[in-house]
């Protein structure tokens, strides 16, 4: 095979009854440069693996990194770029898939004409396994269209970085930014975010290319967000944050950031049980995020009770 432009990391574990779907739409895409699909798979112990290297036995464009132990998500996904041939490489997960046979060629046509920019994402279809549609992130009308900042996204303000095409800047190694984006076994999109903002401009397209199944339909298939709780989803963030601090040495503030984390788990946690466990947890926030949380939840709850307010004083 020819030297690929792109590199289509693949991720994945125990997906056999996903894996499919995904691999065709990344094969079925239409463009005008090589690319390759690099698979790695984190020692599952279902059928992913014979799927796959059936899949590499026709499609010389397919290339396998099949793991001895599970190591987890983050260091999967990390390992996984470091390996990418290509000038450009964006990320997909084993049960997810793209919507548009041009989602590649959209992507890299626009940052070879823009050559500022290190990355462009866009818009992801939220999907169940019975075809239901739900939201369709990001929504924001400062990023449709417009550059994704590292402001925004401190301020809670999201992009997806695995609907991003990158820049790779991954060959080279860094043991610093290796411990960053594996300081966590199963959280690198918020340090992936971070490093694709620090490297330069991101261009959010508003169109829906690739979908994210929310969950599948047995407990053997549900996905990190159906599956952990929020004490230990709240412990990650906690982590990723503290990491992003010491990477960064500083650079950006991330105060504001951590209680907009809080925030909203905090809240359900009030509304549907267990808060005591969650206030626990929140002793392990930053003492800056601490002192400035409960100004924050104060005027939060005030911006939203107003915003309620005024959408009932606008119904007829």
């Known amino acids: ?3 690929p ?3 289509v990391l693949v991720t994945t574990y125990n997906q056999e ?3 499919r779907q995904t691999l065709d739409s990344v094969l079925a895409q239409r463009t005008d440069f090589p690319f390759e699909v690099l698979v790695s798979e984190d020692a599952g112990t279902d059928g992913t693996r014979a799927i796959l290297q059936e899949y590499a036995a026709r499609d010389s464009r397919i290339r396998l990194r099949l793991r001895d ?4 998500i983050s260091r999967n996904w990390y390992e996984g770029l470091c390996a990418a041939k290509g000038e450009f490489v964006c990320t997909l997960e084993g049960d997810d898939w793209w919507l548009s046979e041009d989602k590649l060629q959209k992507q890299v046509d626009f940052l070879r004409t823009h050559p500022d920019y290190a990355a462009v994402s866009h818009r992801i279809q939220e999907i169940d396994d019975a ?5 369709c992130p990001p929504s924001d009308p400062r990023l449709l269209n417009r550059d994704a900042t590292m402001e925004l996204f401190l301020q809670g303000v999201t992009f997806s970085c695995t609907a991003c095409l990158v820049r790779n800047f991954f060959r080279t190694p860094d043991p610093a930014r290796e411990a960053y984006v594996t300081a966590n076994r199963s959280i690198a999109d918020f340090a992936l975010c971070m490093l694709f903002l620090d490297a330069g401009r991101v261009f959010v397209m508003d169109e829906a290319l690739s979908a994210y199944r929310v969950a599948g339909v047995d407990a053997a298939h549900q996905n990190y967000n159906a599956t952990t709780t929020a004490v230990q989803k709240y412990r990650d963030f906690l982590q990723v944050v503290e990491a992003s601090r010491r990477y960064f040495r500083g650079r950006y503030p991330f105060t504001r950031c951590v209680c907009v984390g809080t925030f909203f788990p905090f809240c359900d946690r009030l509304k549907y049980g267990g808060a005591g466990a969650f206030l626990k947890e929140m002793n392990r926030m930053p003492w800056k995020a ?5 100004f924050y939840f104060a005027g939060r709850c005030i911006q939203l009770a107003v915003r309620r307010l005024t959408r009932r004083g606008g119904n007829p």
């Open 69 to 72: 132990k599970n190591v987890g």
């Open 1 to 3: 095979m020819e030297q």
């Open 290 to 294: 601490k002192l400035a949380f409960p």
């Open 131 to 135: 075809g239901n549609r739900y939201n």
């Open 5 to 7: 432009l792109v590199t």
């Open 17 to 19: 009854r996903y894996i």
